[in-house]
């Protein structure tokens, strides 16, 4: 079956008009019982077909044998049979011509190679029909959109407010807990898509779904892992482009998945590291917490984006003001001072009040319950803020003020309709849902409002950059078998259009001596050897010769020291090229993840940058917007904006650079383990860059 006819199932499952519940029980609160019971209370539209060889009734509904005696086609099939039955259950499926199966039982891939090898045949039913498979071991999925509650999670039984908001979960529990949330909030979710084991469908696809599902507008993902890295990116990118803001919780910060190599790259990019990478590179926003998670979706879905980072924060507490103010700063929001006639303005109103941003109204408010919503439509009538904050304290801790307040709010979230608003108080849950179904994200405590808006400013800002993910790209420079010395790296690089220092290969004392005066004095001299990647460990590096008989004397010398301390290493000769003075060491190199393919690691070089691991990374290939976008992130970039009298450094060229690794390491995915350029030295301003060492080491 194409990828086209795949997806149309996906869809055909997930919008199912017609659903039949294999295992299906008479007793609502057993496992087979519950999905007929909510599907059927919830309100479904479509049609619902018990299958029980045992009955001819279940729960007041017609049942079947088998899934060959329903009438007609077949969604979505919900199998609530032990593990055992499972693959018979599966292969009827398939002959009828079911779109998709949800899977409950467990037992598979989950507790043994036994039962992966069975998720495997499962999964190979799948691919041979083309029917989706969710699970197995995994709660199934509710599309609150058309009252389809395809699970026994009771969390999905309880009506909610229709919403924007997509979930996919690889955890079934986790998506019942924030089902609870949103119902406790009165947010409503779209979809809830738990995933199990994924033998079949998983994280990608959903979010793939989810992406071309018209009524989501907000995506949630809660990750234990990514089974299929190139296709979870290819989702995230559509995503991007489709500027629907995906939010992630990432479990799991070990480097258990990333191999370790003798390199510095290797050492270096730990799992988690990766994950950031992709979340960065596609605009993700990663948060840390289940209360981050639920909040930022809900305020996303609710009040929308903040179209650019200057806010403005109103507040009857000048101490949370503060509070809210280091918040916001802290998460890149421009928090600018009011305009000095605006200060003024408001002086003249509450002469003690504070002025600056945040504008304090101060207590004057109990005696002067308006000058709040003065304070707002002053900053807004002569502010250019994109979102405002406001705090009202326990100004909201009734019914009744909240209602009060509530038409304040409608009124201002009409006559400025481009403006993003938020608002912070001591207030009930009931009141928080009536903000909210206003469409005014309320929050009870107020830096968790200045976060909901750091968020949509961040997504403002992704959506607004140049965005490039083509997989397929990649370089026509060739990869040779292995293994490779330096001298062999640098012109693989230097043909993959990475510039690299100008080198001369010698295998005796006088040919050292003439290399080098063709070169140009001083010299560097290198170990030339495939069996040593770290050649100062071995005393296979010398600098700054300056004459021929130095550079002959440091050839023998080189040649008999590394022979002793590395007597099983082949030795080739030594690498020679002139001293280059100047510039800013840093550091390029590519990992191989297992999960993501080949990422591309930058940060400051030299002998420390294991200690310092001031790095990034991006998934490859990547261009040069992206490339620079990396450099702007190290810790270290005043380095390169040229520091105590030097000058800046040629960020062009070292953007040219990370982008021609990146393509070439796309090209040869299959073979490459790592690479490492360390150092590259970054030149002043318009003299470009170079690689001064390399290693190139091939898969096994």
């Known amino acids: ?25 008479g007793d609502p609160t057993r496992i087979g019982g519950r999905p007929v019971a909510m599907i059927r209370d919830m309100g479904f539209e479509g049609t619902l077909y018990p299958i029980n060889p045992n009955r001819d009734e279940v729960q007041g509904l017609k049942a079947y044998k088998t899934i060959a005696d329903v009438p007609g086609d077949v969604d979505l099939v919900i199998c609530a049979v032990p593990g055992g039955l499972v693959e018979d259950m599966l292969r009827q499926c398939a002959a009828k011509g079911v779109a998709g199966v949800i899977v409950f039982a467990g037992g598979f891939a989950e507790v043994s190679e036994e039962g992966a090898e069975a998720q495997a045949r499962l999964t190979a ?103 299929d890295g190139p296709a979870f990116l290819d989702a995230l990118a559509r995503a991007r482009k489709a500027k629907k803001p995906v939010v992630a919780v990432k479990l799991g910060r070990t480097d258990a998945g990333a191999k370790a190599a003798a390199s510095h790259t ?8 990766i994950y950031d990478a992709a979340f960065r590179q596609f605009g993700v926003h990663r948060v ?41 700063a802290a998460r890149g929001l421009d928090v600018s001072e009011l305009p000095r006639g605006t200060q003024k303005k408001f002086k003249e109103i509450v002469p003690f009040a504070g002025v600056n941003n945040p504008l304090d109204v101060t207590g004057q408010i109990i005696n002067q319950p308006e000058i709040f919503e003065q304070a707002m439509r002053l900053v807004l009538d002569e ?67 200045t976060r909901a ?9 992704q959506f607004a950059q140049g965005f490039d993910w083509n997989p397929a790209q990649g370089s026509d420079a060739g990869l040779e078998d292995g293994p490779f010395t330096e001298a062999r790296a640098l012109k693989t690089l230097a043909a993959a259009g990475v510039p690299v220092m100008e080198t001369r290969v010698a295998t005796s004392a006088k040919d050292a001596a003439r290399a080098a005066g063709d070169l140009g004095l001083p010299v560097v001299m290198k170990i030339v050897s495939p069996d040593i990647i770290h050649k100062s460990d071995v005393g296979g590096v010398k600098l700054n010769l300056s004459s021929a ?40 190199g590519v990992h191989m993840d297992p999960v993501f393919g ?92 170079m690689a001064l060492d390399a290693v190139i080491e091939l898969q096994d």
């Open 453 to 461: 808006m750091a968020a949509g400013a961040y997504f403002t800002r």
């Open 598 to 689: 080949p990422a591309v690691m930058f940060g400051l070089g030299g002998v420390f940058v294991e200690v310092l691991k001031d790095v990034t990374f991006r998934m490859a290939p990547f261009d040069t917007a992206e490339a620079h976008r990396m450099i702007d992130e190290i810790r270290g970039r005043a380095m390169l904006d040229g520091v105590r009298g030097a000058p800046a450094s040629d960020t062009d060229a070292l953007a040219e650079a990370l982008a021609a690794v990146s393509r070439f390491a796309a090209a040869h995915r299959d073979r490459l383990l790592s690479i490492d350029i360390n150092p590259f030295v970054v030149l002043p301003k318009g003299e470009g860059a």
């Open 288 to 328: 840390h917490s289940i209360e981050e998670f639920f909040d930022t979706g809900a305020a996303l879905a609710v009040g929308g984006l903040a179209q650019g980072d200057e806010i403005a924060l109103v507040t009857v507490s000048g101490g949370v003001g503060v509070l809210m103010a280091d918040d916001a």
């Open 383 to 449: 502010g250019t803020y994109d979102s405002i904050v406001g705090f009202q304290g326990a100004g909201l801790n009734t019914a009744e003020a909240a209602a009060t307040a509530l038409t304040m709010w409608e009124a201002l979230k009409k006559d400025y309709p481009d403006k993003c608003f938020a608002v912070a108080s001591l207030m009930s849950v009931e009141s928080q849902q009536m903000f909210e179904a206003a469409g005014i994200p309320a929050f009870r405590e107020a830096t968790h409002a």
């Open 125 to 227: 039913i799948g691919r041979e029909s083309g029917m989706r498979i969710v699970g197995p071991n995994c709660m199934g999925f509710a599309n609150f959109a058309n009252n389809l509650p395809a699970s026994f999670h009771p969390a999905f039984a309880t009506p909610m407010p229709k919403g924007k908001i997509g979930l996919v979960s690889q955890s079934g529990a986790f998506g019942g807990l924030s089902s609870i949330m949103a119902t406790q909030r009165g947010v409503g979710f779209r979809h809830v898509l738990t995933t199990g084991n994924e033998g079949d469908v998983g994280v990608a696809d959903c979010l793939d779904y989810l992406v071309d599902d018209p009524g989501t507008e907000v995506i949630l993902l809660y990750i234990e892992g990514v089974r």
């Open 549 to 588: 008989s130095e550079v002959e004397s440091a050839f023998t010398e080189m040649m008999s020291g590394v022979a002793a301390r590395a007597p099983d290493a082949k030795l080739e000769g030594v690498l020679l090229a002139p001293m280059i003075s100047g510039g800013v060491e840093t550091i390029i």
């Open 1 to 25: 079956m194409s990828s086209i006819d795949s997806r149309a199932n996906l869809k055909r499952m997930f919008e199912a008009k017609s659903v039949a519940i294999i295992g299906a029980s």
């Open 266 to 273: 290797s050492a270096l990019a730990g799992a988690d590291a």
